[in-house]
């Protein structure tokens, strides 16, 4: 599985932003998928996840509230909607595929990794 992700860019507190993540291969729809997040200077964090039927949802304490995950089988991609975005929120956020198709929340379950889009939030 390859996963492009895209939808980065500069944003302002208080703005929207909605993430892609593309995934190649026709086993899309049996993998769970999970963003993370990794912010300047500080280790790659959790921020949602998803299962591969879409009825199992994560949130990060942290987005919990003002972020949606979903996903389009059909189309083979992941989708992360962040509201009311915070200077805290810069990172550049990757996406992943979990074959066990659960949507864990712990990085190392994940056996795919996307390149990363950057985020950054001005205040």
């Known amino acids: 599985v390859q996963l492009q992700a895209s939808g980065g860019g500069l944003v302002q507190a208080g703005g929207v932003l909605r993430l892609s993540c593309a995934a190649s291969?026709?086993?899309?729809?049996?993998?769970?998928m999970g963003w993370f997040r990794q912010a300047p200077g500080k280790e790659r964090e959790f921020v949602v996840s998803?299962?591969?039927?879409?009825?199992?949802?994560y949130y990060a304490d942290s987005v919990k509230g003002r972020s949606t995950i979903s996903r389009d089988n059909a189309k083979n991609t992941v989708y992360l909607q962040i509201n009311s975005l915070k200077p805290e929120d810069t990172a550049v956020y990757y996406c992943?595929?979990?074959?066990?198709?659960?949507?864990?929340?712990?990085?190392?379950?994940?056996?795919?990794w996307g390149q990363g889009t950057l985020v950054t939030v001005s205040s």
């Open positions: 992943a595929a979990e074959a066990l198709g659960s949507g864990s929340r712990v990085d190392r379950a994940y056996e795919y």
């Open positions: 291969g026709r086993t899309f729809s049996t993998y769970g």
């Open positions: 998803i299962n591969w039927i879409g009825r199992n949802i």
